[in-house]
């Protein structure tokens, strides 16, 4: 049965606001699709549409051969009838009911015996057994948000929506089970549709990326390379690429661009039709730092700047740099090697980066 679903719809507010949704879940099967962009984007709202709770002011969502949502016809599935599950940022747990009562609380239609054998799976699948008869308030922060997603996957949906799931979890909680919940997802086969703001869960957890900015969807593919080829300058911004500056091609030569960057210049890999005046996108984590620029160690695929430290920024093991070299720059770098090269503000360094790691966005 065709799992795949295609969103080409909007939603207007009173005051003239508009989220559009337009973009595709394979299916079926296990696929995680990541809405990605800063608060206030439109990311809970397509999760919304997608789920019945907000009715598309233009277009359709279509799952499978179902239609759920058509403005022109004036159709809405309910989000009882869309055969999905959904896990909103808050769990919304009964806190009054026990582990297992939460896990049955959509099943009313089955009979008791096939409500039972369905909660003692959900147990065993998300590693609750033992904890049956407790109340969420005597649950850990990881152990509720199982329960939470277990009730969502009680009636045996064909597509999974999830709304920030680790966001009420503490750090060292949410770095626990990134992996856990990707594996997890992965055991229960169905397309998944997932919030999130953070990067790193991003990374970890999708398959592909929807990037949103102000109710727009500016690029989706391919997870990797969306992250690592953004489309503009405002995509690279909201996908955490700290340097982004104007820079001109001066020559190509076998492929390599050669570029000037406010007063330095740079080796780019060329990828053809472009023009002349481009986008520079570096990310902090490709520059490493080194003591001297000597020639010694240059190489064709590789960029040795000389520059200055302007600013240090601890960031827990990592130490940012903002960085004068020629254009403002920033690496970041170990704090183990921050301490080993004896780095301070003031300092003049060597910025090193490869040209493969230049990324070069077209301006126009």
């Not at 210049?265 to 001297?292: H, M, N, Q």
């Not at 093991?317 to 004896?342: I, K, M, N, S, W």
């Not at 090193?352 to 126009?364: E, F, M, N, S, T």
């Amino acid at each position: 049965m065709d799992a795949h679903l295609i969103a080409d719809a909007e939603r207007t507010y009173p005051d003239g606001t508009t989220i559009e949704a337009r973009f595709e879940v394979p299916g079926p099967g296990f696929s995680v699709t990541v809405l990605f962009g800063p608060s206030g984007s439109g990311k809970t709202t397509i999760l919304r549409l997608l789920a019945g709770l907000e009715r598309v002011s233009r277009g359709t969502i279509r799952f499978g051969d179902a239609v759920w949502s058509d403005a022109g016809t004036h159709l809405h599935r309910p989000p009882q009838a869309r055969d999905l599950g959904f896990l909103a940022q808050a769990y919304h747990l009964f806190p009054h009911l026990s582990v297992a009562a939460n896990l049955g609380y959509g099943l009313a239609a089955l009979s008791p015996q096939a409500r039972s054998a369905r909660v003692q799976e959900l147990l065993d699948l998300l590693d609750l057994q033992g904890l049956e008869h407790r109340h969420p308030g005597e649950l850990s922060g990881g152990q509720q948000q199982r329960v939470a997603l277990g009730r969502a996957l009680a009636r045996k949906p064909r597509l999974l929506l999830l709304d920030e799931p680790l966001s009420a979890l503490d750090r060292p909680s949410q770095l626990r089970l990134r992996k856990e919940l990707r594996e997890l997802l992965r055991k229960l086969d169905i397309p998944t549709v997932l919030v999130t703001h953070d990067r790193a869960e991003a990374l970890q957890l999708g398959d592909r990326l929807v990037v949103l900015d102000r109710g727009r969807i500016c690029q989706s593919g391919d997870i990797q390379q969306v992250f690592d080829r953004p489309t503009d300058p405002a995509v690279a911004a909201i996908l955490g690429v700290e340097t982004v500056v104007r820079g001109r091609i001066e020559s190509i030569v076998d492929g390599m661009a050669t570029l000037a960057v406010g007063t330095a210049r740079l080796l780019a890999a060329d990828p053809g039709g472009l023009g002349w005046e481009v986008f520079v996108c570096i990310r902090g984590e490709d520059v490493a730092v080194e003591r001297g620029c000597g020639p010694g160690a240059e190489s064709t695929a590789r960029n040795r700047l000389p520059a200055r430290i302007l600013a240090l920024h601890p960031e827990g093991p990592l130490v940012r740099l903002a960085l004068d070299g020629g254009f403002p720059l920033e690496a970041l770098v170990t704090r183990q090697a921050c301490q080993d090269l004896g780095l301070a503000e003031g300092d003049q360094v060597c910025a090193v980066l490869k040209a493969a790691a230049v990324h070069l966005i077209p301006h126009d």
